[in-house]
């Protein structure tokens, strides 16, 4: 072997030991990014009562309702439509074909309108309900939806809307 190759073999090596000490300061400071915070020795791991079985349910997740109940989800006056507007849902029930009813009553006045029941990945959607100003006096309406069908019959609580003069 001659000087030249042997510093060759030399520099090779000492670039390769350079390169396995970074190695290992990045995988240190990696390892210490993921354990920042632990005492040294510790192992940070989460517990075993960080993860729900699978028949559990998370806190922020309401229950579903046992049997089917209708919701209505939104009511309001619309000054841009001069109408009432709503929209709700009937759940756990997923299904096509059955009839969604807004019932608005007003003392001794009551005006309704239908619209099919549409299935949706959790619900049965019933939206797009539209009732303008003409088929409504001035007043506080209690506002009901129902729905119907060979599955379930259902209604839910009342929901009040102003219809402005």
Known sequence: MTGSDRGAGTSSARRRAAGA?????????????CTAGQPAGDVAAAPSSAFLPDDRVAVTDAPPPEAPQAVLSFASWEEATASVEAAGYVSPLIEDG?????????????????????????????????VPDERLAAGTWSLRLAYSSGTADVESAPVDVEVPA
Not at 106 to 125: C, F, L, N, Q
């Open 98 to 130: 059955g009839t969604c009813t807004l019932r608005l009553t007003r003392g001794g006045d009551e005006v309704s309108i239908t619209v099919p029941g549409t299935a949706d990945a959790t619900t049965t959607v019933c939206g797009g309900f539209s």
């Open 21 to 33: 000490a970074a190695l290992g300061t990045l995988v240190s400071l990696g390892v210490g990014a």
